[in-house]
RNA sequence: GGCGGGGUAGCCAAGUGGUAAGGCACGGCUCUGCAAAAGCUGCAUUCGUCGGUUCGAUUCCGACCCUCGCCUCCA
């Protein structure tokens, strides 16, 4: 089955073909955080569908090589080390270092590259300067290095690809900033911003005098670096696509580094954002939720991860703490589940049952369906459930619908839950109230079990014994 | 003003020119000393409104209403 994806460029879902599609090898990029605060869940959904991208790749059979940038140089970042008095990589390194955990937390698979912008200089300045050199980039009299939009479309170039633009049309304004007075054109954007007095021991040294890069030139230079001048897959936040990624293809093609024919990047994907409890999240109405928020409500990564993953990626998702508790009793659904296969299962050991696996993968095919790979899911468990129910399951069925979810699950990547070790003195309360049980003082088997309760534990009392399981 | 999404049960959310997946919540049942947990099971004559095309539309077309996003450094 080929795998179908929408892509921004055509405003449509088209087979993924690699641009080299014998090598089964994807190049893939994906816009990552400016580490100037903590990232907050609307990031993540973006990262997670990154995750969800490569995984599946991977499923599929590609070699994917994915590189996740760390903007470690920008405006905001600029203004919280002047504010901080400390040096740049001090304070960016502790936000990029919450960033990985909290990236881990959720389930994501570590990207391959996460290259520093502060690290890609060298290239960044190269970069500009073959710009300049082709005459699309210019020198202004504030020393900064804009990129010039009606020249690059002069020589025929589309400034535009990703979305419509009516330059007649656009409200030009509020956004521009007042320092930008020596730009031709409003439209021009900075490859590298001269240094001004507020940007204080953040610059460094180039061919136009001292500065730092723009933002959107950063990516062009890593990712054309790391997986070269054309690739497979860049994706990103929607907000993204204009300006930034429509900046990046300016750039990247105007340098012409490109294989003649060949674009920047072959497929561009876009998530949607996220809405938090119905409202667009805002520090003001308090739905601006990092994820320490919420693990501190007691949600676990892979909670807030599989409620990440319950809508399409593409659709505006109402992210809630309903949601959330939701979410929790899911994956609880999923883990009793498993955990009874492989009770059964034992030792066995069997090739993954293809019913649950092709089922999953016809979903995902279109376009990332990943609400309707759920639906499989749980039509899967259902049956399990009633299969074990009804003891028609022999170890080694039971062992081959376990591979089946392992495989399914190495997209998904919700994993098994957390094993919670019980503690012996609880264990040893738990002997007492079955003795009680046993010898029919019910009384005193309520007050242990209350007593349990109290102390965060519930007791299941399955046909096959009493466990602890933890509230 | 320009461009682009979206409106499907109490909530979240798939999907299809042929009569509505899945999850949560809720009800019933099984299990249990009673519970809980767990499992099974039930739960939209209907898909924003009004028209049109069609044997047949939630799905296509048109109008309208509502809602959300982007329009120069926000995932």
Not at 211 to 240: N, Q, T, V, Y
Not at 260 to 271: E, R
Not at 382 to 395: F, G, K, M, Q, V
Request: hydrophobic share 40%; net charge negative; aromatic share 10%.
């Amino acid at each position: 089955m080929a795998l179908k994806l929408f892509n921004t460029l055509s405003r449509s879902i088209e087979e993924f073909v690699p641009l080299d599609p014998d090598s089964k090898q994807v190049g893939m990029y994906c816009c990552g955080p400016t580490v100037y605060d903590s990232a907050h869940i609307g990031n993540f959904r973006t990262f997670v569908f990154a995750d969800l991208v490569r995984r599946y790749l991977e499923f599929k059979g590609y070699r994917t090589r994915f590189v996740m940038n760390i903007t470690d140089v920008e405006d905001k970042i600029i203004g919280r080390v002047r504010e901080a008095k400390i040096p740049l990589r001090e304070y960016t390194g502790k936000y990029e270092a919450a960033f990985f955990e909290d990236l881990k937390n959720l389930g994501c698979l570590p990207p391959h590259d996460t290259p520093h912008a502060t690290e890609f200089i060298p290239e960044i300045i190269a970069l500009v300067e073959k710009l300049i050199t082709r005459g699309l980039a210019y020198k202004a009299a504030d020393s900064s290095v804009y990129f010039s939009i009606d020249k690059y479309r002069g020589c025929g170039c589309v400034y535009g690809q990703l979305l419509k633009l009516n330059f007649d049309e656009m409200r030009t304004g509020e956004r521009v900033k007042s320092d930008d007075y020596s730009k031709e054109s409003v439209a021009d954007f900075a490859l590298w911003k001269a240094r001004v007095p507020e940007d204080g021991d953040v610059f460094w040294p180039s061919p136009w005098g001292e500065g730092r890069p723009g933002w959107h030139i950063e990516c062009s230079a890593m990712s054309m670096k790391l997986l070269g001048p054309s690739f497979d897959l860049h994706l990103g936040g929607e907000d993204l696509i204009f300006p930034h990624h429509e900046d990046e293809i300016a750039q990247s093609e105007g340098a012409g580094l490109q294989p003649s024919g060949q674009p920047f990047v072959k497929h561009w994907m876009h998530g949607a954002h996220l809405l938090v409890e119905g409202r667009k999240m805002s520090k003001s109405l308090g739905n601006y939720y990092v994820l320490h928020d919420l693990t501190s409500k007691g949600f676990t990564g892979r909670e807030i991860r599989f409620l990440l993953l319950s809508a399409h990626y593409r659709e505006t998702f109402n992210f809630t703490v309903k949601g959330l508790e939701g979410a929790q009793t899911s994956l609880a659904r999923i883990d009793e589940c498993l955990a009874k296969l492989r009770e059964l299962a034992g030792n066995s050991q069997a090739p993954p049952d293809s019913t649950l696996v092709e089922a999953f993968s016809r979903a995902l095919d279109e376009d990332l369906n990943v609400a309707g790979a759920w639906g499989v899911v749980f039509d899967w468990v259902r049956d399990t459930n009633r299969h074990l129910a009804e003891n028609s399951l022999t170890p080694v069925q039971a062992a081959a619908a376990l591979a089946a979810w392992n495989r399914v699950d190495s997209v998904l990547g919700v994993g098994a839950a957390p094993e919670t070790e019980v503690p012996t003195e609880l264990t040893a309360l738990l002997d007492q109230r079955q003795a009680a049980r046993k010898a029919r003082d019910f009384k005193r088997a309520d007050v242990i079990r209350e007593e349990l309760k109290a102390k965060g534990w519930v007791i299941e009392d399955t046909p096959k014994g009493a466990r602890l399981k933890r509230l």
